[in-house]
């Protein structure tokens, strides 16, 4: 089996894109930071039932934090691209 060569996120904390799994519906079925995500790097987890970071190519383009529907998405953008 072939894995893509995308740099796996190593710790949910050190991720620019973050997630409030009190605030995170993908267990009521969300998948709108997940489908907006243009590079495909946000999942869901389906034993937890909250969505995450599984690839940390983050190009901070912001739709994931703007559309989520109950806020729980944050991305941290560097302090040089600001």
């Not at 997630?19 to 946000?42: S, Y």
């Not at 869901?44 to 690839?55: C, N, V």
């Not at 729980?72 to 953008?77: C, E, K, P, S």
Request: net charge negative.
């Amino acid at each position: 089996m072939t894995f893509p060569t995308f740099a796996l996120a190593q710790q949910r904390t050190s991720v620019p894109v973050r997630i409030d799994d009190e605030k995170c519906i993908a267990d009521k079925g969300c998948t709108v930071c997940v489908d907006v995500c243009p590079l495909d790097v946000l999942a869901i987890d389906l034993t937890r039932g909250k969505a995450y970071m599984a690839f940390d190519e983050c190009w901070y383009c912001m739709p994931c934090e703007k559309d989520c529907p109950t806020g729980a998405v944050q991305v941290d953008i560097p302090y040089l691209l600001r």
